[in-house]
Every structure is written in C-alpha cells, then in structure tokens.
C-alpha cells in the first residue's frame, strides 16, 4: 500500500518537503504510527503509517513531493 | 502641532519607501527558500521581521527629528531607519551581507546602525531604551537641545529594562521619548494574555511623566502629539511615553504561519492599510493631484530598486573580514 | 555503562524502531514526567499554543492546560525568577530561555539565585528546576541569536549544564534533569531539533524508546570508537566530530569521537582514558575559543598526566569575535569536519 501526502492536510496546491523520517527504511511499523514530519508553507505536518507492516522509503529526507504525491510504501 | 502640508507630503513619501522596501524585502526573502523554506538560505538569509503597517508609527515621530537626534530601534527597524534617514543603499547592502552594507555585513536586519544620522538596533528586546536612555544624558550634560527617541513594542513594556528606563530618565529629566508601536502581539502571545493593563501609556503616571495614546494607526495625531513631546524635551521638561495602536500587516517574522491570529484579523487590518488611508487624506486636502501621486509613487520605488540593485551587485566582504572591526 | 558505545546513534534499523526528532523527544519526556508527577510545570515564551519555537512544548497544552503549561509576557527576570521561588516551594518547574542570548537580561536569577540559593541555605532548600534553552547558530541569525555559551553556563558553580546531540540522549537527559533536585541547564542546538524551516542535522533524529528512561549525568559516550586521536564534543560538534571522523578514515586515521552529553558534572574519567588510549587530543566548541571549553578539556588531561599526549592538543572553535550575519564571514568561522581534519594534520607536522 502507498504511503501517500493526504490531499486535505492543506488548502493550496503548495508542495510539501519531507523534514524527517521517523522510521527507517525495512523497519516494520504499526498503524497509526507517525512514520515521517512534512513542511509545507512552514507549518510542519505529521504523516503516520496507513497500515501495519514493512515499509519501503522512496523519497528521501528534503524530497520535494506534491500533494497526494507518494513517499513511500508498506508491504 | 499639526503638520504642514510639506510635511505631510515628506511621510506619505516616507511611508512608501518603506512600504516598498518592505515589499521587496518580502519577495526576496523567499528567493531561494522555496519549496523548501530554510531560513539559512537564498540571497536574504537569516530572519526577517517586516514593519508593513507600522509606517505611520516612523514618519510621525522622524519628521520632527535632525541627524543630531538619536533613534534606537528594535528588531523590527526598517521604516525607522528609513524615517531618520538612513542610507537605504547601504542599509539594503546590510541586509544581503554585502562588504558595502552599513557594517560591512556584519549586523545583518536586525542590527542596522548608522552612525551618520544616530541610529541603532538591538535584536534583544527592551535593550534599546538603556542607550538612548544615555545619548539624552549626554546631550543634556552637553547643554544640546537634540533629543533621543527609542521605539519599542508593546511586548517589550513588561521587561524590567523599559521600567529602569523610564523611571531614569524621569528622575534625571532627561530628553527622551519613548514611543510603543502596539501591534498586539508578543509573537504568538496577545497583549491581552501578558499585559495587566489595556493601555500601556497609563504605566507613565508610574513614572511621573506624561503618558500618550494615539489610536488607529494615525500618523497625523502622531506628528501632533510626538511633536509637543519633543519640544518639550528640548526645551528641558523631560521625557514623555507615547502608545501607537498599530497593526502588523505580517508575521512576526518571515516563516510566520500566524495560526494565533484570530480569522478574518488579517483580512480586518488590511482594509485598514494606513499607506492607502494617508494617501486619500492628501488627496482630498488638495496636497496633492492625482498625477503628483503617480509621480511620488515612481520615486519611491525607484529609490527602492536603485537600493536593491547595488546591494544585489556588491560583492561579498572576504571570510576574513570576520576577524576585523572586534576593537578598534 | 561509563563510556559504552551506543549503536542507537548509528541509524541502524531495529524491531519497533521509532525515531524521534529531538523537538519531539524533549516534547515526550517533559509529558511523562508531567503525568508522573503533579509539581511538575512548564513556563516561558511561546511555549503554550504555539507549542515552543522550537517544537519542544508541542501537544503540552493540550494535555494538561493553561495551568501547567503557561505563556508569559516577554519578562524573564521575574518569571525565571518565580520558577525559583516555586521551585524552593516544591514545585517542579521547567522554564525555558528562548534564545540562550537572552541570558543577559535575567542572569542574575539565574547564577546569584538559581545556581547559588542551595549553597546558601546549606541544602536546606532545593531549586528543582530545568532552564531549558535554545543555542546555536551557521544559519544567519547574527550576533545576538547565534551564541552556544556553553563556557558561560559551565563556568559559574551551582547549576548542571547537559546538551544532547540525539534525541535519545535528549529525551533520557530531560528525564533526569526534571527528576534532579538540582538546578539543570538544559541546552539544545538548534540545528539538531528537526525545524523544517531551519536545517536539521539527521544524525540527531534517533530510535527513541517510547517508555521512560533517564541517562545519568556526567557520562560522556564514546559514540566512535578509534585508536589514533581523539575528537572531544558537545551537540553539533560530535556530528562535526564523526564527519571528520569518516574524512579521516579514508586517509587511514582512526578517530575516536566522545560525546560529553553533560558539561557540569563533567565526565574527565572517559576523556582522560580516551586520550591515554590515542595520545592525541582535538577539542571542538562552537563556543568562542578563549576561557572555555576547549581549553578546559585541555587542562583535565595536562594537570592528570601530560604525558598522555604525544603531541600538542588542538582546538576547533569559534574565534574571539561577536558572530558576524554575513554568510561567508559566518562559514568562515563556525568549526566544521574539514577544519578538525586540518588540526589532525597540523598536531602530527610537529
């Protein structure tokens, strides 16, 4: 399943930057979890795990990603 | 003490240098810094508090000064520096870090001084009263009619360093204004939530000295009231604590997202833009047409842009220079 | 143990790995004290709604209200003041300096009162309290934003001074600094919080354990092991250390890195020890060189037994000087991994 930037945390259609990942890449995660901390327009956002599983991380830390952009993946 | 028509001319012209200046301020500040904004990058690194709205609180106070009057401002300077006369094309070098800035890149926004016409900074709030606290003293002690003005925000009232302050120069008479710009916010703190009382000009009677308020961001009532203070400052009465109700039109600082400000509060202050307002005034008044206004108006951001150009063109000082101007 | 190599600060990844940025980990051991233990309160600017400017009180007040979480006026002399006086009391407040600058303007609460009251009630009282506060500069913020201080803070006797540079180490070192009886300065780097709008350094964002635990004071980490010199460091400047570190290794130098973590109560042993094993010494310091300390770390193993180095000790820190805004000029003088590679180099040409 894609982790994807959900497309109603912001009202434009600013682009966001990924400032940390909070697990690393193969770690195994729960849902719910907070997995990774998003900038857009300064104002930080938290993104969490959508299922529980192994995660793949596909744009790394100060990856530029649009809204409903993909960062990464759980299997 | 209301102003001639000259002198009304001399602040709307004022304020809009100041006005654009701040505007270019704010769209070179993001150069660089999108879509990542990282403060450390681009042309204008750093931090970036801009004085859009808080012009009137400037040129009602400066238009009554002379190069030998001394002005300390705080971390929000740029239409302060611009109302005493600061040079703008070394103060928009200082900005940008260039070997040509004021200091030679050394203070950066926060710490523009320029001695040519008596002006400092202190990024530390409250910090600037003690100084011009002590240039009065001097000026006193001198038998020199010129005055000392230190601007400060409404935050900055309930350090210990604005109570010293005050109570000093009211026990030694000296020639000081002290002048509040009150925008309401303390960044993310209202002064509502760390205030104890509604207007911070009733603290003067604590000190024996008038107290003033000017309401609604009015640089007429201004000029009037900053002008008997400093008259009777030079005529050797002592010092006078004025309140401005102002409105800072943005953040605290560039990077801001101002989640604390109520809805609509923007959108509310805007509709109220004191450089427009100042504008219909001189219209109606006849001080100015409508083509004198298109004329003023390319002036100004042409002395803008000239600024901007020679800051953008001057070159870097050495890293070298870091090591020099420690003493003299 | 003393001096153990912690692999938590090498990102590999582990079962139930959640990494915290050290905003956030601050954030998480403030809350678990919080709900442990009544007495505990947070005071200072901006750290109720906003959640700190530098994300370190974020989700506080939503959790324990206006009351325990409380934004004050731009007043520090009175309320770094009060926390002494509530400490005294018995409660436990944690206060925060928004920028470790700012100390001038109610120092006196903090080193005549804070640092000295215990002493002159003969420990009769205690000031449990924790002055948290931010430092550091390298992103243009100029002379009165920038500053570490961490000589002016370690120099003067009565206070603990800790600085994590991961946010394991902040959150375990937060836990014990609430939990201490003692006055604790608690100073955090700036560029090691994990601010999307200020450059972080991702060394700092670590695997930090969700359940409570506290890290002793005065105990340094050897957070690299090495065999030929040793890189002495604090906050931003063991991640300087450990880059120089690899810049070494490809010229088959073997560094070790020690992290201080704490500053006062200051861990000589593991230093000392490092320095016998290597025989050289490189202090970094983000602080200004002179009356610091570098050259405090350089006294502590001279005044032990100089013959443990065998070649002069180095220093890589901040020159004498206010910290220029203009960005080369900046560069030019923050310590940097390239700069503790040249000291290398110049302590083995003598």
Known sequence: MDI?????????????VITSWLVSDGAAVNEGDLIAEIMVEKIQHEIHAPKTGTISISQAVEAVVAKGGTIGSIA | MLPTSEKKKWMYENMLVSRFFEEAMETIYMEGK????????????????????????????????????????????????????VNLKMMAAEIFGKKTGLSGGRGGHMHIFDADVNFACSGIIAQGLGPAVGAALSKQM?????????????????????????????????PVIFVIEDNSWGISVSKAESTAVKHNAVRAQAYNMPGRFIADNDPIALY???????????????????????????????????????????????????????????????????????QITLKAQKLVDEAIEFARESDYPEPEEALDKVFV | MKGQANKCLSNNHMENERKLTIARSMAEATAQEMRRDDNVFVMGEDIGKLGGVYGNTRGLIEEFGSTRIRDTPISETAFIGAAVGAAQDGMRPIVELMFVDFFGVCFDAI??????????????????????????????????????????????PGMKVVCPSNAYDAKGLMTTAIRDNNPVVYMY??????????????????????????????????????????????????????????????????AEVVDLRTLVPLDRDTVFNSVKKTGHLIVVDEDYKSFGLTGEIIATIAERDI??????????????????????????ALPNPEKIVNAYAKMKEQ
């Open chain 1, 4 to 16: 994807t930037i959900p497309t109603t945390l912001w009202d434009e259609d600013s682009d966001a």
């Open chain 2, 34 to 85: 999108t879509p990542v904004f990282n403060m450390a990058e681009g042309p204008i690194p750093g931090e970036m508090h801009l004085s859009t709205g808080q012009e009137p609180c400037a040129v009602g106070v400066c238009a009554h000064l002379k190069p030998s009057d001394i002005v300390t401002a705080t971390h929000r300077p740029h239409h302060q520096a611009i109302a005493k006369g």
């Open chain 2, 224 to 294: 009037d009231i900053a002008g008997i203070a400093i008259e009777d400052a030079r005529a050797g009465k002592g010092p006078t604590l004025i309140e401005v109700e102002t409105y800072r039109l943005a953040g605290h600082f560039m990077g801001d997202a101002e989640g604390y400000r109520p809805d609509g509060e923007i959108d509310r202050l805007k509709s109220k833009d004191p450089i427009i307002r100042m504008k219909n005034l001189l219209i109606d008044e006849n001080v100015i047409s409508e083509d004198e206004n298109l």
């Open chain 3, 189 to 254: 780097h700036k560029s090691l919080q994990g601010m999307g709008w200020l450059g972080t350094e991702q060394g700092a964002t670590v695997h930090t354990p969700e359940e409570e635990y506290s890290i002793p004071f005065g105990e340094a980490k050897i957070v690299k092991e090495g065999s030929d010199v040793t890189i002495v460091g604090v906050g931003l400047g063991v991640h300087n250390g450990l880059k120089a570190a690899k810049l070494l290794e490809e010229k088959g130098v073997n």
């Open chain 3, 111 to 156: 080193y005549n009162l804070m640092a000295k009251n215990i002493y002159f009630s003969g420990g009769k009282f205690q000031v449990p309290m924790v002055l948290m506060t931010s430092g550091g500069g390298g992103y243009s913020d100029g002379g009165q934003h920038s500053q570490v201080l961490y000589g002016t803070f370690a120099h003067l």
């Open chain 2, 142 to 174: 001198k038998g020199d009619d010129s005055v000392a003005v230190a601007f400060l925000g409404e935050g900055a009232v309930n350090q210990g360093a604005f109570h010293e302050a005050l109570n000093l120069a009211a026990v030694w008479k000296l």
């Open chain 3, 307 to 332: 013959s443990a180095l065998k070649a002069s000790p180095q220093r890589v820190a901040y020159p004498d000087i206010p910290i220029p805004f203009s960005r080369p000029m900046e560069r030019y």
